[in-house]
């Protein structure tokens, strides 16, 4: 709770929440996304998805265009100025990241890398049953 608290006062004089530092995060990765994976990959509700993506645009860090193929269908991408903001909050969380990192040794970070990777791979071998 005490590395959240101060991850979101950092993130906030960059100007973003901790949730739409994630959602960045996760468009950055991707070339587009729904917003129907953007709450799986955020864990929130649909409404809350729709409420984040509207502030998201409205600032100009996403942009939301649908499909070609379905009219039903809305893809979310990130643009060049919300790529901006995430290159921005990871200059200003990279000292809290950093600190972070030095309170385990390098056998640790490596141990605690792949037992998360294992955890992750577990749960979508559950899910798929």
Do not use: F
């Not at 996403?62 to 790529?83: F, M, N, Q, W």
């Amino acid at each position: 709770m005490a590395m959240r608290r101060e991850m979101e006062a950092t993130l906030r004089t960059a100007g973003l929440t901790m949730t739409q530092w994630r959602a960045l995060g996760v468009l950055r990765h991707v070339a587009s996304a729904t917003p129907t994976d953007m709450g799986r990959a955020l864990e929130i509700e649909p409404p809350s998805v729709t409420s984040l993506l509207k502030g998201m645009e409205r600032n100009g860090w996403i942009k939301r265009a649908r499909s070609s193929t379905d009219a039903r269908v809305t893809h979310v991408a990130i643009t060049a100025r919300g790529r901006r903001l995430v290159e921005q909050a990871g200059e200003v969380t990279a000292p809290v990241e950093a600190r972070l990192a030095a309170t385990l040794s390098a056998p640790e970070r490596a141990t605690l890398k792949r037992l998360l990777h294992a955890l992750v791979e577990g749960m979508g071998q559950d899910a798929g049953r």
